[in-house]
């Protein structure tokens, strides 16, 4: 498993170790006009927003736990692929 | 000012689990559902509220939404009333934008949505009291300024928590006018919603600590299901545990109740209704209400305290395995008190596939009307005893009979998902709230509703079934050269006995054949139908006043027994459960699907029960 992520690397919510923070970079429309993706947004998941998975259901590692703002959302890791973050640090910036 | 002909139209809206029912509650006086996770409300409820100075108002109660895009069922009809699309109805005079003060980066944005109607409009900041506690400062002068609406705090728990609101409703619609800011159409909302909460609050920590600990540990791969399991037994061995005392009181009052009657009337058909009937059959209902009452105790303390949705979180994977969703976890545990909330409840689930699953198979959840049903046959065939070190045998059969629901439930659902061979995605996107401590006082208010309509159904449906069901084994009656005993005679005997034909397969007796009708109607009914049945045909009248337990342990085989017992697992469930499914899907063939996949099962099981009982020598 990857437990630091690059600098100016980017990946999705789903391949992220729980409790690391990193920032939103996008949510990705898997089709056109995506109502998952749409929804990921109006639930807060916008670019430059902090988010971290701070954990995981114990049957196969799904759902994830998602802290967006101040709340905390469960995602199958299906919805959580469609979020691409980037580490903390660079993109506060 | 003019005369009032049509009282202002209120409307609360916000995002899901911020309070809105509560202060619906606390401004008008009812006393709907309140709970701690999303999507408790599923349709419009509208209540009258008269304001300190004397203005009434209509106020509705809004299903939560995150967005007036609608995800799912009732979020719609929140859209669809604000936007006055809905049916047969005017939309909202000034709208009421509850959010949770703990909450304010998520629930801010859809303030900022709904501010873009550009109708009058006010912001109630709820759970002001919680927010204060984690240390959270809002400038609420100053969000009311940056918002350009009017902005008051509330605590909808607290008494009074309202007041401040009630003034704020009457100087609004004095004087109603659309918010004094308005962003452009594409405006980026999360921007404006940043830069809010920048300029007028100040938060020391994003989490409660409390939440981030108790998550740990409860959300913990072993820990979090061990966890799960131990409070689901430990549900069902408190309802054995802890009713039987109060039991045993009821069961000797309707016994002494009955005698004392008995002896001071003339013998003859009146008695025979009041005796046999009424207190018989009504008794035999009435003493489960300690442990519907206990079994509620646990549901309304989990509902208030924010763990459902932790226990939907845990079990999402292996219901999604099924062709369920952690979203229909609420629902069907709903469905243990009665399966008709359960099936509303469904609305809330976003995949239009998993909320028919889910209604198809909340029948299967069993209950609290099959409480009475389990609790009789457990009581009469299985020993009151310990085993494995303390645990009661009685309570550990009621929870294998829930398990059996629960494990066809997911057997089920999975044989509908392979059916449709279904490779769709299903989104879950659930909202995990903080953890409330449930408050005592709510609970006993909770458990006397509860009790109320058990006592209500006792005195209306049951009332009046079995007292059709007595005059039907009383008449017409006995010849005078009768042989047989003379309910034989009458026309439910008669009807007994021909479905006999059908039910010997499983064991079931003509008595019991009887009471399965009625049981249609409400699945109680099954007892308190035994208990007239045997009352009638009770050789004397102080064999009709004993309690019906051992009447039946005695006169049925314990593979009776059992095949009754899982025939209520399935039970083709009550008539009203199925008024709920043609409701709630539009659709009379999914009904008729539901009605008969349930009695195939039912007999299915029941007969492989009863055979397989008799041949290892309980027949």
Redesign the interface.
């Not at chain 1, 701070?54 to 196969?60: E, H, M, N, S, Y």
């Not at chain 2, 703990?102 to 998520?106: A, D, E, G, M, Q």
């Not at chain 2, 995605?425 to 995990?432: A, F, I």
């Given at each position: 498993m990857r437990t630091v992520l690059d600098t100016g690397s980017i990946v999705t919510l789903s391949e992220l170790p729980p409790r690391t923070p990193v920032i939103v970079e996008s949510v990705e429309d898997r089709q056109p006009n995506d109502?998952?993706a749409?929804?990921?947004?109006?639930?807060?998941f916008?670019a430059g927003?902090p988010v971290q998975v701070?954990?995981?259901?114990?049957?196969?590692g799904?759902?994830l736990?998602v802290?967006v703002?101040?709340?905390?959302?469960?995602?199958?890791r299906?919805?959580a692929a469609r979020v691409r973050v980037a580490a903390a640090g660079e993109a506060a910036a | 000012m003019s005369a009032q002909a049509e009282p202002l139209r209120l409307a609360l809206l916000g995002n899901p689990n911020c309070g809105k029912t509560a202060l619906f509650n606390q401004l008008t006086g009812s006393r709907q559902k309140v709970a701690n996770y999303a999507g408790v409300t599923v349709e419009r409820k509208e209540g009258r509220l008269v304001s300190p100075s004397g203005r009434s108002y209509a106020l509705l109660d809004l299903p939560g939404a995150?967005?007036l895009?609608p995800?799912s069922l009732d979020e719609a009809v929140t859209r669809d009333l604000c936007r006055g699309f809905y049916p047969g109805e005017a939309a909202p005079d000034v709208l009421v934008c509850v959010v949770d003060a703990?909450?304010?980066?998520?629930h801010l944005?859809f303030v900022l949505e709904v501010r873009q109607m550009g109708k009058p409009m006010i912001v109630a900041l709820n759970m002001s009291d919680a927010a204060a506690r984690r240390g959270i400062a809002i400038d609420r002068a100053g969000l009311e300024r940056e918002l350009g609406v009017p902005v008051v705090e509330t605590v909808a728990v607290r008494r009074n928590g309202a007041r401040a609101l009630l003034e704020l409703i009457d100087r609004v619609a004095a004087n109603p006018h659309p918010p004094a800011v308005q962003l452009p159409a594409d405006a980026d909302l999360?921007a404006e919603t940043r830069r809010l909460l920048g300029a007028t609050v100040s938060?020391p920590a994003?989490?409660a600590k409390i939440?981030?600990a108790l998550?740990?540990w409860l959300?913990?791969?072993?820990f979090?299901?061990a966890t799960l399991a131990v409070v689901m037994f430990l549900i069902f061995q408190a309802v054995y545990a802890w009713a039987t005392p109060v039991m045993d009181l009821i069961d000797a009052g309707t016994a002494a109740l009955g005698e004392w009657v008995g002896s001071r009337m003339a013998e003859g058909p009146l008695a025979s209704l009041l005796v046999d009937g009424i207190i018989a059959g009504l008794g035999g209902v009435i003493v489960f209400l300690p442990q519907i009452l206990v079994l509620f105790a646990f549901i309304l303390a989990l509902e208030e305290s924010g763990y459902l949705?932790r226990a939907?979180?845990?079990l999402?994977?292996?219901m999604?395995?099924a062709g369920l969703s952690?979203r229909s976890f609420i629902p069907l545990l709903s469905s243990f008190a009665c399966a008709i909330p359960g099936i509303m409840a469904t609305r809330s689930i976003q995949d239009p596939r998993d909320r028919l699953a889910t209604i198809l198979v909340a029948p299967l959840m069993t209950c609290s009307a099959r409480l009475p049903v389990y609790a009789l046959l457990i009581g009469a065939f299985i020993p009151s005893r310990e085993v494995w070190g303390g645990f009661n045998l009685q309570g550990l059969v009621l929870f294998g009979l829930y398990m059996a629901g629960i494990l066809s439930a997911l057997a089920v659902s999975w044989v509908m998902k392979k059916w449709r061979r279904d490779k769709g995605?299903?989104?879950?996107?659930?909202?995990?709230p903080s953890y409330r401590l449930p408050n005592p006082r709510d609970l006993l208010i909770g458990l006397w509703e509860r009790a109320l309509i058990f006592l209500k159904r006792v005195g209306g449906i049951i009332f009046a079934l079995t007292v059709l069901l007595w005059v039907l084994l009383t008449f017409p009656a006995a010849p005078p050269d009768a042989t047989l005993p003379a309910i034989d005679y009458s026309l439910a005997g008669r009807i007994g006995h021909a479905l006999t034909a059908v039910f010997a397969p499983l064991g079931f007796n003509w008595q019991i054949c009887i009471a399965l009708i009625p049981g249609l109607a409400a699945r109680e009914v099954a007892v308190s139908s035994l208990a007239t049945v045997y009352a009638l045909s009770a050789a004397d009248d102080e064999a009709a006043a004993q309690a019906l337990s051992p009447v039946i342990s005695d006169g049925w085989s314990l593979a009776t027994g059992l095949a009754l017992l899982v025939w209520f697992i399935y039970a083709p469930q009550c008539i009203a459960t199925w008024a709920a499914i043609k409701r709630e899907t539009g659709s009379w063939k999914t009904m008729a699907m539901a009605a008969g996949y349930l009695f195939a099962l039912a007999y299915l099981a029941s007969m492989l029960t009863y055979q397989v009982a008799v041949r290892l020598g309980a027949g």
């Open positions: 109502p998952v749409r929804r990921l947004r109006e639930l807060g916008v927003e701070v954990a995981r259901g114990p049957f196969g799904e759902p736990l802290q703002g101040y709340t905390r959302f469960a995602l199958r299906i919805e | 995150y967005s895009n995800a703990t909450n304010l980066r998520l944005r999360h938060m994003r989490t939440d981030d998550d740990r959300l913990h791969p072993f979090g299901l949705p939907a979180f845990l999402d994977r292996m999604a395995g952690g995605e299903h989104p879950l996107m659930l909202e995990l």
